[in-house]
């Protein structure tokens, strides 16, 4: 397993502490768990054609490219990435 590739200036985003019991629902429901991530507490945000996105519950963003070039997952600084 590789670790994820951390960022001084990763993006954070603020959760709602009111947000977070939604969030672990929608984490409860969800099985598939990319080798790298299983060890963060996160929850997919996206799937797709392209990188895979998780959303971390401390608000960190968490990009999967492994499928597409075989880096290692990274915590996303630019939030054009996001399209934010």
């Known amino acids: ?9 990763a993006i954070r985003l603020l959760i709602p ?3 977070i019991p939604i969030l672990r629902e929608l984490q409860a429901k969800q099985r ?5 991530i299983e060890g963060e ?5 996206y799937y797709g054609m392209g990188p895979a996105y998780h959303l971390a519950f401390d608000g960190r963003v968490i990009c999967d490219e492994t499928d597409w070039s075989g880096d290692p997952n990274y915590e996303v600084a630019d939030a054009r990435r996001l399209g934010i």
């Open 1 to 9: 397993m590789t670790p994820i590739r951390r960022d001084r200036h």
């Open 41 to 45: 507490d996160v929850v997919d945000l």
């Open 32 to 36: 598939l768990r990319e080798p790298g």
């Open 17 to 19: 502490p009111e947000v």
